[in-house]
């Protein structure tokens, strides 16, 4: 006999299944993968040296009816990539998934000799140009995002050349858009000095993450005029960083990665990556 959880329960399923059908309906793709809860585990395309993944390190808090997909259109090029995601449930303070690109030391097939990561902070002098061009809308490729969010390029530094969430020690983040909550809200507390490079303002915040029992301190850079564009040499963040907290970004660590990618805390929405390049040299 069904029950009204029973039923609830199927109809839940099945609206699920109608949205995994309609997203592999929506065109061709060079590659795609998907993600729900009866298949939780990550997943991932890679592309050359760099690989676009689901992260759902905190899907056990978005409920029972979300659903991810990430895609590729070309099998020689990032530009084109893009996910997609609905049904994000639960709070809207915590990051549920960030579906993401990432290069450097948290892509498995990583050539450090072809990436440039990770390498070690020493003295800052490397230069690290990203080139991040998204386009984000609604689910169905039309209106806003709905929900909480951060547009994120994430960096960690470590002591150790691999990834290894106990050996991290700092994290930056570049935030150029997000939600409105977010913006206003930030995350931890917010320095009394901005940050201005090429004329615009970055408010900055320091927080501290903890996950499975490690911890760490992050910044995070949040545009004041939000924008879906980004071509910045990171090495001026990291000079900023560390001048802020020289006990922190310490020359023996090194830069593990570069990612771009959505933080999603809640609701649903669609990126398209019109290109990301990272070149470290």
């Known amino acids: 006999m069904n029950t009204p959880h029973h039923a609830a329960s199927l109809r839940s399923i099945a609206a699920i299944i109608a949205l995994a059908a309609a997203s592999l309906s929506t065109g061709t793709h060079a590659a795609a993968v998907e993600a729900t809860p009866a298949s939780a585990g990550d997943k991932s395309i890679t592309v050359g040296q760099y690989q676009l993944h689901t992260n ?67 003295g800052n002098t490397k230069n690290v140009d990203v080139l991040w061009n998204f386009t984000p809308t609604g689910y169905d490729g039309t209106g806003a995002i709905s929900g909480t969010f951060n547009h994120a390029i994430d960096v960690f530094f470590s002591t150790g050349t691999v990834k290894n969430m106990a050996n991290v020690r700092a994290e930056i983040m570049v935030i150029p858009d997000s939600s409105a909550n977010s913006q206003t809200q930030g995350w931890g507390t917010k320095d009394a000095n901005a940050f201005v490079i090429d004329g615009e303002t970055w408010d900055v915040w320091q927080a501290t993450m903890t996950s499975n029992g490690n911890s760490w301190p992050v910044m995070q850079f949040r545009k004041r005029v939000k924008a879906n564009y980004v071509s910045k040499n990171l090495k001026h963040f990291f000079a900023e960083a560390l001048a802020r907290r020289p006990d922190v970004f310490l020359g023996t660590y090194y830069v593990l990665m570069v990612e771009a990618g959505t933080e999603v805390k809640s609701g649903s929405g669609k990126v398209y990556n019109k290109d990301f390049v990272v070149n470290v040299y």
Not at 74 to 99: E, H, L, N, Q
């Open 56 to 122: 759902l390190w905190g899907i056990a808090g978005a409920g029972t009816a979300w659903y991810e997909y990430l895609f590729t259109n070309s099998t020689t090029s990032i530009a084109g990539s893009g996910y997609k995601w609905s049904g994000f449930g639960g709070d809207t303070t915590t990051v549920k998934s960030y579906p993401s690109i990432r290069r450097g030391a948290s892509n498995p097939g990583n050539d450090a000799g072809a990436s440039g990561l990770p390498y070690q902070f020493a």
